[in-house]
């Protein structure tokens, strides 16, 4: 596995918007899914609530660099709130705390790992840090003991699948084309099989 490069470059900035721009249009088109699950009823809706936390994990998991998944979460809850969230500046008061409890993780990781247990732990962290907006906000406090154990049990999931998984199989898939090679340096092992 590759090495991380210590700082964002420009290049890595600007990819990292692009991708966080189109994640934060996918969040726009999300709140109606969201709502739309909202009626079922028993928290099922937090199933799909790690669908706000993806950009972090993707844009980690492509450029590999500190400071990624912080920036990735902001811009993307920035393209949000600019598309007209219904949610409105909230959205970007999440985007921060979510970024910093993901970005926290890959920290605690020493930037080293890029797989999908590091990026469902990420999603997870940045489902606590969501919950703790919640429980600020003050509305967690209108449910029993019982719903908010669905809420919170059914949003951690929900992180692990789309904001883990997701990313994952996502990023695996972008690989497969060969196109996340302009996004990273060419390691030893590169040079050597093109001289074979």
Known sequence: MRRMKRGLKLTDILVTIVISL???????IWGPVYSLLTPL????????????????SVAYLLIRKAGVA???????????FLV??????????YGV???????????GFRYKKFDVMVVSIAGVAAAIGSLLMDLFRG?????????????????????ILLSGVLANVLVKAL????????????SKEDFDSLRQ
């Open 41 to 56: 009823g028993l928290q099922i809706q937090e199933l799909s609530y790690g669908m706000w936390f993806i950009a972090a």
């Open 139 to 159: 509305y967690l406090f209108d449910y029993v003991w019982w719903n908010v154990t669905l809420l919170i049990s059914f949003r951690i999931i929900g992180a």
């Open 84 to 93: 007209g969230s219904e949610y409105g500046l909230m959205v970007l008061v």
């Open 175 to 186: 690989e497969a084309t060969g196109v996340t090679s302009l996004l990273r340096p060419a």
């Open 70 to 80: 912080f920036l990735a979460e902001v811009a993307a809850a920035s393209g949000e």
């Open 97 to 107: 705390v979510q970024g910093l409890f993901a970005e926290a993780v890959f920290m």
């Open 22 to 28: 189109v994640f934060g249009i996918i969040y726009k």
